[in-house]
């Protein structure tokens, strides 16, 4: 039988080199035949993606609670597609998911808007095989070329948001750590990978 496509997520603050992790991998699994696919989330091609880009760049503010929805409906959007394309036997490398959505939301310390109630639009999607921790301090992070002119690219921010990740941590998880080169990083994050194709993991249904 046709094993199906694994669901890998990076997850890590802004400057912590998920999407440069993500190509690398993404060509490596090309050689192989996984058939990877590069997903991302914001994604900021569809109708609520507009709506997304326009709030990072701050053309337009919004209300927290209303921003948290739009970002989980924005992957809500891709969900059954996510389904259907890891049950053919499509990998789906993931930059961002529903941790992001936690981890921001959460660093924004609104009453009522606690990790229940971040989680709740959350439910129901698909889950990840493997999320990839790239962890990188704040300062480092800021020090790569500095942060750009996008709403949570701010140090003070992002610590919170740091610290929120190490919060969710949870099973599936593993931790990369991102300062290093990036030939290193990949190196580790193509062991965790193989472990995860020679698991017995992808031989039930995606998880979620
Ligand atoms: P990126 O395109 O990966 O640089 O992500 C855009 C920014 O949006 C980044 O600062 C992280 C943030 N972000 C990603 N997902 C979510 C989410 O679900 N909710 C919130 N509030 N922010 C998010
Ligand atoms: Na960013
Ligand atoms: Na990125």
């Not at 996008?150 to 948001?161: L, M, N, P």
């Amino acid at each position: 039988m046709l094993q199906r496509g694994a669901f890998i997520l990076f997850e890590g603050i802004d400057r912590s080199g998920k999407t440069t992790q993500c190509n690398k991998l993404v060509e490596c699994l090309q050689k192989s035949e996984r058939k990877p696919e590069h997903w991302r989330f914001p994604d900021r091609s569809t109708e609520l993606g507009k709506v997304i880009n326009n709030f990072l760049s701050s053309k337009v503010e919004l209300d927290d609670a209303a921003v948290h929805l739009v970002f989980a409906a924005n992957r809500r959007e891709k969900c059954k597609d996510m389904f259907n394309k890891l049950n053919s036997g499509i990998s789906l490398v993931v930059d961002r998911y529903s941790y992001s959505g936690m981890a921001y939301t959460l660093a924004k310390d609104i009453p009522d808007m606690d990790q229940q109630w971040c989680m709740m639009p959350e439910r129901g999607l698909p889950e990840p095989d493997l999320v990839l921790y790239m962890r990188v301090s704040p300062e480092v992070a800021a020090s790569r070329g500095g942060y750009g002119e996008e709403r949570y690219e701010k140090a003070e921010f992002q610590k919170k948001v740091a610290a929120n990740f190490d919060m969710l941590k949870g099973k599936n998880w593993v931790e990369i750590d991102a300062g290093q080169p990036i030939q290193k990083i990949h190196d580790e994050v193509m062991k965790a990978v193989d472990d995860l194709y020679s698991s017995s993991r992808l031989s039930g249904p995606v998880g979620k």
